[in-house]
């Protein structure tokens, strides 16, 4: 799940909500689609608590390649 | 050293009004007209417009009041319009600048920059660079933001602080450039070309705060509208203030009023995503729960139906079937005793009525020959000397035939 992007998460925590809204299905899997579903709630909080708008700065190399480096606020 | 109240030396204040005394006291200079471009050109809520009349070397302040704007048949003044102003000369002390005091303005056509942009504006609207089809939608939730502005903008920190507000998620990569003076054009086109060759980028914002219309011209020069036409990553523009429009805006896939705009329509507000968030978790717990008591509910009626099959409740049930049956017997059995007691009564009442010993109770006797037991019912029957026995009422006579 770490290597989900907060969208692909949220995407599948509303899956997990529509698929245990359909209601006709054994109990195991049931549980499977609820723990899943807490699981991605609980990661998308935390994506969103932890998120810090990461700046960064292109500059083209001496190879004339832009380069990603960071920026630095005057 | 000088002495301070020596008459060669004088206080700021006087010699603004001494300057001041001699411009109005020249009568060319208090009825004049001067021609130019209006620049920066404001109208406060008093009324009174302030702008600067420009030529490629000079420039001059200019106050038009309320009353004289009123009074005069001014056109609406606006950035880039050649003009003449008729008005007088004068000093305002209080900032020490030289002003024309304008009474009244002509129009001199369209000015140089607002021709400019207007032909450029026209050429590339029949290019179909402006066609609403060339329009990308963007990205409803982009990772990586490219910025192409002036690291050192205010206009950038306003935009950094939208982001960081609505989408900390979010990534961004400036790519820096100048934003205005006659290499900002070039640069900018350059800026865009890079964030493209680097291509991890998902919508770029070009931005750039509010000026002049000369300090945004860049926004309106060729090269920038061809470099946002040729970006294969959605672009959104944001420059200037909310009435300015550049060529820029017109090329844009998304045209923003301002930065702080333009960073605002490039990413989602997460604040109502944590809102959804909250509410799934929230389905998501009903859910299961109510799932769960269907379950139980379930599970309680089928072990009542277990029970009612469980050998025990069948032994009870056998067992009570039992009871009843032998109490069903008993009764039935008294039935018929008391039945058959009934009938032997009758029987005995009926034998009793026929018993002869009622008849010898009414006087009647019972005669029998003692030797063979025999009832004497005829004289022929006996002999003298037969012993018979006598039975009446209450007992038995023993006599002897004569």
């Not at chain 2, 000015?111 to 179909?128: D, H, N, P, T, Y």
């Not at chain 2, 309106?220 to 203030?241: D, K, L, Q, T």
């Not at chain 2, 599970?299 to 009871?323: G, H, I, K, T, V």
């Not at chain 2, 009934?342 to 029998?368: M, N």
């Amino acid at each position: 799940m770490e290597t989900l992007t907060f969208e692909e998460a949220f995407a599948q925590l509303e899956a997990a909500v529509a698929a245990l809204q359909d209601g006709q299905m054994p109990l195991e899997q049931a549980l499977h689609h609820y723990e899943e579903g807490m699981k991605l709630a609980h990661y998308c909080n935390e994506l969103l608590q932890k998120a810090e708008l990461r700046v960064q700065q292109l500059r083209v190399n001496d190879e004339g390649v832009p380069v990603v480096i960071p920026f630095e606020a005057e | 050293m000088l002495f301070l109240d020596a008459p060669s030396v004088l206080s700021v204040s006087q010699l603004s009004r001494y300057l001041k005394e001699l411009l109005e006291v020249n009568e060319m200079l208090q009825d004049i007209w001067v021609q130019g471009e209006i620049s920066g050109c404001k109208i406060y809520p008093s009324g009174h417009c302030y702008f600067t009349l420009k030529d490629a070397e000079a420039q001059l302040h200019c106050v038009f009041f309320k009353y004289a704007r009123l009074r005069s048949s001014a056109p609406e003044l606006r950035d880039g319009m050649a003009v003449a102003a008729n008005g007088r000369i004068s000093l305002y002390e209080r900032d020490g600048k030289l002003q024309l005091y304008v009474d009244s303005i002509e129009p001199l056509g369209d000015g140089v920059l607002f021709l400019r942009f207007e032909q450029l504006k026209a050429r590339l609207a029949a290019e179909g660079l402006f066609d609403i089809e060339r329009k990308r939608p963007l990205p409803a939730f982009p990772s990586v933001i490219g910025i192409v502005t002036s690291p050192q903008a205010a206009a950038l920190r306003d935009m950094l602080r939208v982001l960081r507000t609505r989408c900390p998620l979010a990534q961004v990569i400036l790519s820096p450039t100048l934003v205005q003076g006659a290499d900002a054009p070039a640069a900018i086109a350059d800026a865009l070309d890079l964030l493209n060759e680097h291509g991890d980028v998902d919508v770029i914002i070009v931005a750039r705060g509010g000026g002049s219309i000369e300090e945004l011209w860049a926004f309106n020069e060729e090269v920038v509208a061809r470099a946002i036409a040729r970006s294969r990553i959605p672009v959104i523009s944001g420059v200037g203030h909310e009435t300015d429009f550049t060529i820029a805006d017109f090329v844009a896939d998304h045209r923003a009023s301002t930065p702080t705009a333009a960073a605002t329509a490039a990413v989602p507000d997460l604040s109502t995503w944590l809102a959804d968030v909250q509410a799934h978790r929230q389905t998501l717990a009903e859910l299961m729960e109510s799932k769960l008591l269907d379950l139980a509910e379930e599970l309680a009626r089928a072990e009542r139906d277990l029970q009612r099959q469980s050998p025990r409740y069948q032994l009870d049930r056998l067992r009570q079937q039992l009871d009843d049956t032998t109490a069903l017997l008993q009764t039935r059995l008294q039935h018929m005793l008391s039945l058959r007691s009934e009938r032997l009564r009758g029987s005995v009442l009926q034998l009793h009525s026929l018993s002869p010993l009622l008849t010898i109770a009414r006087g009647y006797a019972v005669v029998r020959r003692d030797a063979d037991s025999a009832v004497v019912t005829s004289t022929r029957q006996v002999q003298a000397g037969d012993a018979i026995t006598i039975q009446v009422k209450d007992g038995l006579i023993h006599a002897q035939v004569q």
